[in-house]
């Protein structure tokens, strides 16, 4: 029984109902005892209708302790007064007891513990603590109220802790067996076992106590740690309440062992009660340890089997190797990226399969990694498949004790290598792709300025977003210019011309901005040394995806020399062109992560907003857009490195695209913030799917090699008639902010 408030279907639903059984549980006790002890003058072991009470306290919130207080004092004062117990004394009586109850709930709760659990050794210890307290404090009210001596205040103590030592931990272990929201109490194995074990303890502290000539009090304590044993706190409560009881009604009819006859009743009074006390401090704490061994030795299994689902489910090959290099456990995806199964990857040299040219590289790596060097936790490398066919692999190692090591692990001392391998062909193969076009599109750059200075042409571009205009090298040559002198402004390129060509060139600027196309304009430039060359002018404008222009770009060619050069540079310019936009779709994928690009990602939302809008108004398909945030990311950054979080990203990367369905994309819009479309998808469909997302990604990492677990808050908007992508974007984005506000790790619906 963990501690806390009692919630679902507990007592705290039902107020009203708790607080009358209190009080009619309250007085039941109370008469009986004092019908037991013949009233205020009699000696009894424990005063139960205390227990009671601090039960009810502790079982109900706070709020109600004035209303519960206040029953239990009426039922006090009535039970007093049919024994016979004058008005003026009952009212002390009652005060003494409820005060000394009120503290005990008050420390138990100051202490954090809203209602007791008998499986935590602490709670145990701060039960007792506060009950002694309380006791203490009930015993200093009634010598205040009875004017006792000190037997009688001593008395008052002892029965008031007992009472509420022995019978509160019933109440409240009796009350979890039936409240569904105590999911952990340690409940009996059967019904049926209960009982058995709670009669027998039963009979047999009435037979040790019915008789008087065998010192047989040991008897009992064994029964009750067998009941202790079987039933958990919940028999330890009830045996030591059942054998107050018996050992109560053995000697209200003249039963007990021998000793307890030799003194006066106060003497044997006060002996039961240590007895009582004994049995306490024996029961409760034995239950209190073994259910906190059985919880740890619960999670410890858990965890082994988490830990043991992750390694055999991951699509990764997760594995040990010792530091001589021999494999000593490896995870069954082997057998999908290698073609290998486990056992015969262990039986194999490490670096038998290795692609040659990889192989040097690789056992350097893994030098400087047992070496403890830096920067050799990741080794990129080619590995034979069964096939025969090669595959790219990205091993990520972490060195950690051997599992028969004890201590941190320091040079000289055994210890081992974990590592995570991914298949990373496909990734790599995009990253040979796109360098090879960037080498290409650098030679293109390279063969471009060069034909450019051969032909005398020049380029430029006019930003009609930003104003700027940008000249090529060859075009500040031919202005009579350094190429390091600074970037012109329009009007300062449009005052270059002749007077008489300026106002023609002004207008089929002026067109061009306007209508767009291309243009082509001879005019005369005069040169920064005075000179006069005759130029001629080509461009056309640049649009953006929503069709708008953007930029002007175009040519500037001397035709004085070279005439003929106009061809080739066109030819030059296109192919320049082409290889831009091989370029560009070959970044359509993130080099980072592996998911799509934020180009890619929002080509395929205008593609999908296309899709849901052509089936016309009332017949839209469905369309969810959700962008989701990394947590915290930047205490990542400052706490791990920017590499760490680099792992990170691509983690959470790889959860998503592996969360969502085929027909979904996941792309990265930039740092750690990363979209997802979810074609087809209504709310309902939407919701399920982020769930997932989301769920993926908090459990992402699978161990140590992964990185530091991190949760994502996500938003998600709904596709409605007239929505654009900057409009399903900006919704999703107001509802990330709402999840983050709200507590992150969690998904909103924009509203």
Not at 94 to 101: I, R, S, V
Not at 301 to 327: C, F, N
Not at 608 to 623: D, M, V
Request: charged share 20%; glycine share 10%; net charge neutral.
């Amino acid at each position: 029984m963990e501690s806390g408030r009692i919630d679902g279907e507990g007592v705290a639903r039902r107020p009203i109902g708790t607080i009358g059984i209190a009080a009619l549980a309250y007085w039941a006790a109370a008469s009986l005892s004092l019908a037991a002890i013949g009233g205020v003058q009699g000696v009894a072991a424990m005063w139960p209708a205390g227990g009671v009470l601090l039960a009810a306290l502790l079982l109900l919130p706070p709020r109600y302790a004035p209303a519960t207080l206040l029953a239990c004092a009426a039922a006090s004062i009535l039970a007093n007064r049919h024994a016979g117990i004058d008005l003026l004394l009952s009212v002390g009586m009652t005060a003494a007891d409820l005060a000394g109850c009120w503290l005990a709930a008050v420390l138990i709760r100051r202490w954090g513990i809203a209602r007791p659990s008998f499986i935590r050794p602490r709670d145990v210890a701060r039960f007792t603590a506060a009950t002694l307290i309380a006791g203490l404090a009930d015993g200093a009210i009634w010598a205040g109220v009875g004017g006792g001596e000190w037997p009688s205040i001593l008395a008052w103590f002892t029965t008031a802790t007992l009472g509420m030592l022995i019978v509160t931990p019933m109440v409240l272990t009796t009350a979890a067996l039936f409240d569904p929201a105590e999911v952990h109490v340690t409940r009996p194995r059967s019904a049926s076992e209960a009982v058995a074990l709670l009669a027998l303890l039963a009979a047999v502290t009435l037979a040790v106590f019915a008789q008087g000539r065998f010192p047989l009090l040991f008897l009992p304590m064994v029964a009750l740690l067998v009941a202790t044993y079987r039933l958990g706190p919940f028999g330890a409560a009830a045996g030591v309440t059942i054998v107050a009881i018996a050992a109560a009604v053995a000697i209200s009819l003249g039963m007990s062992p021998a000793h307890l006859h030799a003194g006066s009743s106060v003497e044997a009074a006060f002996f039961l009660q240590f007895y009582l006390l004994v049995l306490f401090a024996t029961a409760l704490p034995f239950a209190a340890l073994q259910s906190a061994r059985a919880r740890l030795m619960a999670e410890r299994a858990e965890s082994e089997r988490h830990h043991r689902l992750l390694a055999e489910r991951s699509s990764d090959i997760i594995g040990r190797m010792a530091l001589d290099g021999t494999v000593v456990y490896a995870s069954p995806a082997t057998l999908r990226v290698l073609g290998y199964s486990p056992a015969e990857i262990l039986a194999q040299a490490p670096a038998t399969f290795i692609h040659p040219e990889d192989r040097d590289a690789v056992i350097a790596n893994w030098r400087g990694l047992v070496a403890g060097r830096p920067g050799h936790d990741i080794c990129v490398y080619r590995q034979q498949r069964r096939d025969g066919s090669y595959v790219w692999l990205e091993a990520a190692y972490r060195l950690v004790p051997a599992q028969d090591a004890t201590g941190p692990w320091s040079k000289g001392q055994a210890a081992e290598v974990i590592m995570s391998i991914r298949d990373i062909s496909r990734r790599r193969q995009a990253e040979l792709r796109a360098d090879a076009a960037m080498h290409e599109l650098r030679d293109a750059n390279r063969l471009l300025g060069m034909a450019a200075r051969i032909a005398g042409v020049g380029h430029w571009r006019y930003s009609l977003e930003t104003g700027a205009m940008t000249w090529s090298a060859e075009v500040f040559r031919l202005h009579g210019l350094s190429a390091t002198d600074p970037q012109p402004t329009l009007e300062q390129a449009l005052a270059f011309y002749h007077p008489d060509d300026m106002a023609r060139v002004r207008a089929v600027v002026r067109a061009a901005m306007t209508a767009g196309g291309e243009f082509e304009c001879a005019a005369r430039i005069r040169r920064g040394d005075g000179g006069i060359r005759h130029v001629v002018i080509r461009g056309g404008g640049e649009t953006r995806g929503d069709g708008a222009s953007a930029a002007l770009f175009g040519i500037i060619r001397d035709v004085t020399e070279q005439v003929e050069a106009e061809a080739a540079l066109r030819a030059a310019h296109l192919a320049a062109e082409a290889m831009a936009e091989r370029a560009l779709r070959l970044v359509d994928t993130d080099a980072l992560t592996g998911v799509a690009s934020r180009r890619r990602a929002l080509a395929m939302l205008d593609e999908a907003l296309a899709t849901a809008q052509g089936r016309g108004e009332g017949q839209a398909e469905p369309l969810a857009v959700a962008v989701l945030d990394i947590d915290h990311f930047k205490e990542v950054n400052d706490r791990w490195g920017h590499a760490e979080g680099d792992r990170v990203l691509r983690r959470v990367a790889r959860a998503a695209a592996e969360a969502v369905r085929a027909t979904d994309l996941v792309g990265r819009l930039g740092g750690e913030e990363f979209v997802v479309i979810f074609p087809g998808a209504g709310e309902t469909a939407a919701l399920a799917l982020v769930e997932r997302l989301r769920s993926a990604i908090a459990t992402s990492a699978t161990g140590p090699a992964d990185g530091p677990p991190v949760t994502a808050s996500i938003g998600i908007a709904l596709y409605r008639p007239g929505a654009t992508a900057t409009s399903l974007l900006g919704d999703a984005d107001r509802a990330l902010y709402r999840a983050k506000a709200e507590g992150r790790n969690a998904a909103r619906f924009a509203a």
